[in-house]
Nanobody, 123 residues
Framework: QVQLVESGGGLVQAGDSLTLSCAAS????????MSWFRRAPGKEREFVAG???????YYTDSVKGRFTIARDNAKNTVYLQMNSLKPEDTAVYYC?????????????????WGQGTQVTVSS
């Protein structure tokens, strides 16, 4: 069982930056593929960023060049650095973990989810 706890959300203005953190309870954290998802009001949960194969990263088009995913296996933590935030980035952000070695955007394959952290971007 892996417990994931997100933090770092908040209310910011357009153009600001935020860094989200996701701390995992599992000592075998390094064996899990980690990703970030988000759910905007009235929309379904969508993929944001994840690790593709090993250290390679993958991003949804709307955040490319603005968001960066990183992980620190020594701290059992994955991060999402978000720059140049836009009102359309407003959502609850979730981190997720899976053992499957598949594309990071495949939401159905994730085994563990955090409780989410709210990010609100005002215009």
């Amino acid at each position: 069982q892996v417990q994931l706890v997100e933090s770092g959300g908040g209310l910011v203005q357009a153009g600001d930056s935020l860094t989200l953190s996701c701390a995992a309870s599992q000592r075998t954290f390094s064996t899990y593929a980690m990703s970030w998802f988000r759910r905007a009001p009235g929309k379904e949960r969508e993929f944001v960023a994840g690790f593709l194969w090993g250290a390679a990263t993958y991003y949804t088009d709307s955040v490319k060049g603005r968001f960066t995913i990183a992980r620190d296996n020594a701290k059992n933590t994955v991060y999402l650095q978000m720059n140049s935030l836009k009102p359309e980035d407003t959502a609850v952000y979730y981190c997720a973990a899976k053992r499957a070695r598949s594309h990071p955007s495949l939401i159905s394959e994730y085994d563990y989810w955090g409780q989410g952290t709210q990010v609100t971007v005002s215009s």
